[in-house]
């Protein structure tokens, strides 16, 4: 009776599902949109403790237990939680089903701690972990002499980046190579987590603030807002004293910087921007001139 049950219910999931025209279940491989992992360059050594938000119909509370959810107005929320019988008791994170075979993560817990979705760096240079749905998945290079490359999201031959050794509780501490992304030192001195400044701004170790950072002549884009940007340039004393400064300069009426072309486009061009002024202007953190 119970797995009659356990089956209508499902049933009625999937219908519910199909029926609100959510997303199809993937694999977790193409779930997680991993580079290293799909080219067999990495393996996914450990899986985080999911909590209520899922992303799927079928999915797994743990290496032992299935999970069903169902789409709802403002989002997924589980309906059953279902232990893996004793014939097939290990839950596969790729299809959300019970398997006589233990899943690769089973029995290791990645504790990284998500604040948002996407690809991370460790302490560790040949691991990494890849955040979806606020879940942690736990990765290692799988080549001898790779390590992972935060800029690529790849693992690969190159230098072996480390984040500055914490020295101090409650302090922020910046990677050597991958400066947009900084570890927090806990109470034993051991960083709790590790966090990205927003677009292509660094941590500045003194203010323990994202800033954007002029490293050259350029431009840079102002994460606050869209239609606004930093310009580098040198200010020469005399022929051999310099200083690199940073000036905020707006971009011309109706136009916002692009930062992946580091230039003004029209806001018909770059509808984000054009979305995000006019909301400002809805509540007012913006003069509308028009």
Same mark, same amino acid.
């Given at each position: 009776?119970?797995?009659?049950? @356990? ?69 997924? !929320?589980?309906?059953?939680?279902? @232990? ?22 089973? #029995? ?23 955040? !979806? ?18 800029? @690529? ?16 509780? #409650? ?13 927090? /030192?806990?109470?034993?001195? !051991? ?18 603030? /994202? ?15 869209? @239609? ?49 002024? !006019? ?12």
């Amino acid at each position: 009776m119970r797995t009659a049950a @356990t089956l209508a219910l499902f049933t009625l999931v999937v219908a519910t599902a199909t029926g609100a025209h959510a997303p199809t279940p993937l694999n977790l491989k193409n779930r997680l949109q991993d580079k290293s992992w799909s080219a067999g360059r990495s393996q996914l050594v450990g899986v985080g403790a999911s909590d209520a938000a899922c992303s799927a119909v079928l999915s797994c509370a743990d290496c032992n237990t299935a999970r069903i959810c169902r789409p709802t107005a403002s989002g997924w !929320e589980i309906v059953q939680n279902i @232990t893996c019988p004793s014939d097939q008791p290990y839950c596969d994170y790729s299809t959300g089903s019970c398997t006589t075979v233990p899943d690769a993560t089973c #029995g290791q817990t990645d504790n990284f701690i998500c604040l948002e979705n996407g690809h991370f760096p460790d302490t560790n240079c040949s691991e990494y972990h890849v955040c !979806e749905g606020y879940q942690a998945h736990k990765f290692v290079c799988s080549i001898a002499g790779q390590h992972y490359n935060a800029d @690529t999201e790849l693992c690969e031959t190159g230098q072996c980046s480390e984040f500055t050794p914490c020295t101090e509780k #409650g302090q922020k501490v910046d990677n050597d190579i991958y400066k947009s992304y900084y570890a927090y /030192c806990n109470s034993t001195g !051991e960083p709790t987590y590790i966090q990205k400044c927003p677009g292509t701004y660094q941590l500045n170790v003194t203010s323990q603030s /994202c800033e954007p950072i002029c490293q050259e002549e350029g431009v840079l884009q102002d994460v606050q807002d869209c @239609t606004k940007y930093y310009k580098c340039q040198y200010i020469y004393i005399d022929d051999e004293t310099k200083f690199l400064i940073r000036e905020l300069l707006d971009c011309p009426a109706n136009t916002g910087f692009d930062p992946n072309n580091y230039i003004c486009v029209s806001l018909t061009e770059y509808p984000d921007c054009k979305t995000e002024l !006019e909301e400002k202007k809805r509540t007012g953190l913006v003069k509308d001139e028009t």
